[in-house]
């Protein structure tokens, strides 16, 4: 299958180095302590934050630490006519922990011991890129609530096929078998906190992906510092009224 034309164009109309259309908003869950929605195309994720607050499990409790917890499901209807997998599976499983673990590197959690931080991530809409867009959501959500953190964590994916490398894959070009980076970094520290790879890349070539997939990460992070201010700005006239 052809996935980059002779003209240079993907199967969506893109470009190689062109990301999806990306939007969030923050603030979508009432109930929570923090909550967002983050659409990477089509693919659509939402996140609620709840802490910190008192540890469930005293046996868990940390003394110098907070304890960070994540749960990652997909929606029954996030997938149409594709096969799901149950809640609770090895890949659900897996995925939580990958999230947690990028979330931990940049919660500030020395500064709330013998608490706990609750981090709930669903897909409501998954096409291609959902473990960065579940990462994408966390960290607008962690925002959202307060939560003190080193940096912005952000992540983007790309992608090898048909020779070429790929900017934010979609749910065809991520099962089409070829290599898949999926990146997440702190951008002011330049740090990265997660690299994902499914396939074998030569070292060329994946100094290639990789440089595409921190380019857009620091494009995600440059949108979410826009969706902080404007909501800022917002809080601030609400305050001044």
């Known amino acids: 299958m052809e996935f980059v034309s002779p003209e240079g164009l993907r199967l969506d109309g893109r470009r190689p180095m062109e990301m999806r259309k990306i939007h969030a908003e923050i603030g979508v869950v009432s109930k929570a302590d923090g909550s967002a929605m983050f659409e990477m ?16 499990n005293r046996s868990q409790q940390l003394n110098s630490n907070a304890l960070v917890r994540c749960e990652y ?15 609770g599976d090895r890949r ?3 995925i939580s922990l990958v999230i947690r673990q990028t979330m931990e ?10 608490s706990q931080i609750d981090i709930f ?3 409501l809409q998954a096409d291609g890129g959902t473990r ?14 307060g939560i003190p953190m080193r940096d912005l964590v952000t992540s983007c994916s790309a992608g090898f096929l048909n020779n070429t490398p790929l900017l934010d894959l979609n749910y065809i070009e991520d099962s ?3 290599a898949d980076v999926t990146l997440g970094i702190m951008p002011k520290f330049d740090k990265v906190t997660l690299l994902q790879m499914d396939a074998k890349l030569s070292l060329d070539t994946f100094e290639n992906v990789m440089q595409l997939a921190i380019e857009g990460c620091k494009a995600v992070a440059e949108y979410i510092r826009e969706i902080l201010l404007e909501n ?7 305050r001044g009224t």
């Not at 609620?48 to 469930?56: C, D, F, S």
């Not at 499901?73 to 809640?87: H, I």
């Not at 800022?232 to 609400?238: A, G, I, N």
Request: aromatic fraction near 4%; charged fraction near 20%.
């Open 41 to 56: 195309g089509n693919t659509k994720v939402l996140a609620a934050v709840y802490g910190p607050r008192e540890v469930q």
């Open 73 to 87: 499901t997909m929606a029954n209807f996030s997938t149409g006519d594709r096969m799901r997998k149950p809640k």
């Open 92 to 94: 659900s499983t897996e």
């Open 105 to 114: 590197e940049c919660i500030l959690t020395n500064l709330m011991p013998r």
């Open 121 to 123: 991530v669903q897909v």
């Open 132 to 145: 960065s867009a579940c990462i994408n959501a966390a960290t607008l959500a962690l925002a959202d609530a």
């Open 176 to 178: 089409a078998g070829g």
């Open 232 to 238: 800022t700005k917002q809080l601030e006239y609400l």
